[in-house]
């Protein structure tokens, strides 16, 4: 029997664009889904950009007019890859049709637009999915699970990072990354560092931290000799207090030197310990603390650590990056098709973008902020 397909509307064809759609194409191969996406409608910023985008990434029409897509009785599901402001107009247009929406991180550029988007998303009672996919790593989720179980003890501390180095250059230009309206390294990578930290431990009751700007001036564009001021974050440090008690810090970097990848943490508890790195994301060190076995054990991704066995048969040959995105997508379709729930959801980055704006206020008073 053919199984029902869903019409998929992509929003923005850049890099982010590009890994959507890989994960479309590829995830009915990987998965036992429900419904297949089908490409249905790109739309960018001119028509031009749009058809270049439909074509490279195998979309059936294109369009420079977001409205129209999101209006489109093909489509089903709209995804969101465009820059940080065109989310919420683009997601309450989505909401307000009636489609399940799958936005990219961060939801917003406000918590108080995250917030208006979160109530619109449950009013309407449609499927919302956040682009955080470093969640969607079997390796993260057995580190929750192996929290959750009571191995490492009570979670005492949690020390992490995202540090990257695509702006450590001080003649990296300006983009929506570093627009004022919402940009800056905390924003942009300091929310995945934040969702994760809320995933494996959970909510953040208290902040304190100190944002920084390195690099005070960058060119307007790529190449140009004209320089504007900077007015965001380059590198964030916060110390944090969990709801449940433990404490911890955060750091979320986009000028560190040497660094691509290093979407890092490490756990500790009264028993044991854990530790990941994004760099090395198919292995997780564990202590668990037995008597004469002090130091990491490695553990390394496979079968045993769903969903990898859909990827590969055998441990130690790794999923990648854009393999997070195919499992993303896979619990995005299963849920659209009412069978389960995705996440997180607008709620759930709603509540990490709250934690962001408690840093940028806790920044500026020099001094701790609660949630
Ligand atoms: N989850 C992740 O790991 C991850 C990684 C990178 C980026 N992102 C997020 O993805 C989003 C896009 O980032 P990117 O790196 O792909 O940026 P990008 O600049 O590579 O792509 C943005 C695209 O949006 C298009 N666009 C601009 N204005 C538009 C309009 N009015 N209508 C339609 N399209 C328009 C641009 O032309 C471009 O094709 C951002 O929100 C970013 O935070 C997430």
Redesign the pocket.
Known sequence: MEKKTVGIGL???????RCHANAFRSVAGLFDLPVVPRLSML???SDE?ARR?ADALGFERSTAD?QALVRDAEVGIVAI????L??APIALAAIAAGKTVYC???LSTTAASALEMTGAAEAAGVTTLV????LHNPMIRLARDIIASGEIGEVTGFRGRHAENYMASPDAPH??RTDPAGGGALA?IGS?IVSMARFLIGPIAEVQADCRTIHPTRPVAPGSADRAPVEVDDMTHALLRFENGAAGSIEANWAATARHMDLSWEITGTKGALAFSQERMNELLLWSGTPGRSGYTRIEAGPAHPPYGAFCPAPGHHLGFNDLKVIEVAELLAAHAGQGSCGPDFREAYDVQRVIEAMQESDRARGWVTL
């Open positions: 929003v923005g064809a850049g890099f982010m664009g739309a960018d910023a950009l985008g977001w890859t465009a820059p940080n065109l989310h990219e991180k961060p682009g955080f996919n470093f983009s929506f942009d995945h």
